[in-house]
């Protein structure tokens, strides 16, 4: 292959040659590269280090074609939607008044009553702003609310009234008839996302979930084309850029098999609407929350989302306030209006990665449905769906806990200096991935005194540089200040040090090389200045050292071990 300006064309061997190089002097031993380099995903796929053009499924459909693309829209622009859980007119007229499109309203018990909806709506213009409702078990209620205000209007009402199972088929034929604009069914997949599961668990238990609103659908007198025009999906989206990317096209290429599997090809456009993950969300250190909704924000527009929702940086603290309302929408505006992201449909379609990425999950998540399917359907498999989302959520409390998956900010470059924020009201109630983290920092915050872990530091500076920066990044997560001794060998001045910064724990940090002559002695030195524990930092078994710290080491583990040590009660 000749290609233009001279380049010269390389090749996959080329590229496996340069890296099984590398890998070599790294010390890494493997059958080839890709072996070497490959990650795995929750969902059993592998994500390979290259791919090219051979990695390509041997049917992906058209990139930029159905059923990649927002529904049967050609132009390429999402609904930006804000969620709003408290009754507050204000706050909804100045989404709408600086770039949201649509409101998602949750109502009932702690959030907007029914009663309250007129109140809360009062200045919308319900034929321009569509309204999307989440109300659980006041969804009737609620829907008349809605549906009583917009005939007292006298004016169309476009959105999602949110219902599903009975409730949503009694309310699906009715805006069938009457409500041309407005859907009945909201199938909430970000329910297995929020309980742990992975993207193939969440894909195809949504799958399946829409099936049975089909089945209820059509049984309450719909045709197939009529159902499938009442249902919309909400997905999360996460700072996991590819993954979403796929997800959500995968989303779409599975609703259109079933679609096709029922008759309706044409109709097969899923509706998405995409949620920035709640489980993502941190209380510590939460301005970080803004980078990981705005990676969230742009793999759910370049995925295809037709509505998308940015959760508030405080989110998980409370209720957000107008300034973190502003930002969530101005992160929509930036991406839409100057980075100018939704120009082309379906951005990703054609690459290498991406395709293969969308085709495997597709296949792992309708290979579950069909399980699903198999132990009868949505509401009969619950105890089986449970069972996999929780062995998912296991997989990765593990990856959480050795900080395999890292969460910046709390379980990584920890900031003790934070200044905290507050907010009212209640806060995410979903499990979230630092929770666990969270909760020894807050143990640390509550003591009179912050906890204290030694670096006993062995050695000149650049023998203990990375060791110690990486031991105090670990204690650092989980609330302990640290305090590091000088360049030294000598055991009992490492041991001074120690005395009197008051401190109980210790963890030595330096080379193996000068370990192999210095741990035993300055551990014990540690030791007769009353230590009560010796870590080191590193691998290897030394006269003295309790346990060691490195990369993938169980950090909760060894956290809530300091803390026990100390005498404090968890």
Not at 312 to 325: E, I, K, N, Q, T
Request: hydrophobic share 45%; charged share 25%; glycine share 10%.
């Amino acid at each position: 292959m000749e290609l233009a300006a001279g380049f010269t064309p390389t090749t996959r061997d080329d590229w496996r040659e340069l890296a099984a190089a590398v890998l070599r002097r790294s010390g890494i031993e493997a059958g080839s590269p890709e072996e070497a380099l490959s990650t795995p995903t929750y969902d059993g796929l592998t994500i390979a280090p290259l791919y090219d053009l051979d990695d390509l499924p041997g049917d992906p459909g058209l990139p930029g074609a159905p059923p990649y693309v927002r529904g049967a829209r050609t132009v390429p622009r999402w609904d930006v939607r804000q969620r709003h859980a408290a009754p507050d007119p204000e706050a909804v007229l100045a989404d709408l008044e600086n770039g949201v499109t649509s409101l998602w309203l949750v109502v009932g018990d702690g959030a907007i009553p029914p009663e309250a909806l007129a109140g809360v709506l009062k200045d919308v213009l319900l034929d321009l702003a569509p309204v999307v409702l989440e109300a659980g078990p006041r969804t009737r209620e609620a829907a008349e609310a809605l549906l009583a205000l917009a005939a007292e209007r006298g004016v169309a009402v476009s959105g999602n009234l949110g219902g599903s199972r009975a409730a949503g088929a009694e309310l699906a034929v009715r805006c069938a008839a009457e409500f041309p604009g407005l859907r009945a069914v909201t199938v909430d997949a970000t329910r297995w996302h929020d309980a742990g599961g992975g993207d193939a668990d969440e894909l195809g238990c949504s799958i399946a979930r829409g099936v049975a609103e089909l089945r209820e659908l059509t049984e309450a007198g719909l045709s197939v084309e009529q159902a499938l025009g009442q249902i919309e999906f909400r997905y999360a989206a996460t700072d996991d850029q590819f993954a979403t990317i796929a997800k959500l096209r995968a989303a779409r290429r599975l609703w259109f098999r079933v679609a096709e599997v029922c008759g309706a090809p044409e109709h097969g456009g899923q509706r998405q609407h995409a949620v920035t993950s709640s489980a993502m969300m941190t209380v510590r250190d939460p301005y970080v929350n803004l980078l990981r909704t705005t990676v969230a924000c742009f793999a759910a527009g370049v995925g295809g989302a037709d509505a998308v929702t940015v959760q508030p940086f405080d989110a998980a603290l409370g209720l957000p306030d107008g300034f973190s309302r502003r930002l969530a929408r101005n992160t929509q505006a930036l991406l839409l209006e100057e980075a100018h992201l939704a120009r082309v449909l379906d951005p990703a379609g054609g690459s290498w990665y991406v395709e293969r990425r969308t085709a495997d999950l597709a296949e792992r998540a309708w290979a579950w449905f069909q399980e699903i399917e198999a132990a009868g359907g949505a509401d009969a498999a619950e105890e089986l769906i449970a069972a996999r989302v929780a062995a998912t959520r296991e997989r990765r409390a593990a990856d959480v806990a050795r900080r395999r998956f890292p969460i910046t900010g709390v379980s990584e470059y920890p900031d003790l200096g934070e200044r905290p924020v507050h907010r009212s009201g209640n806060g995410i109630a979903t499990p979230r991935y630092a929770e666990e983290f969270e909760a020894l920092r807050d143990l640390a915050e509550s003591r009179p005194e912050r906890p204290k872990v030694f670096l006993a530091t062995i050695g000149p500076v650049a023998a203990h540089t990375a060791r110690a920066a990486f031991a105090a990044n670990l204690f650092q997560a989980g609330g302990f200040a640290t305090e590091t001794a000088g360049p030294g060998t000598d055991p009992e001045q490492i041991a001074t040090a120690f005395a009197v910064s008051g401190a109980r724990v210790a963890c030595l940090c330096s080379s193996d090389r000068l370990y192999a002559e210095h741990a035993a002695p300055v551990a014990a030195a540690l030791r007769r200045a009353g230590a009560r524990r010796v870590w080191l930092a590193g691998q290897g078994v030394y006269d003295g050292v309790d346990g060691t710290v490195h990369a993938g080491c169980d950090a909760l583990h060894v956290l809530r071990t300091t803390y026990d040590d100390l005498g404090v009660t968890r």
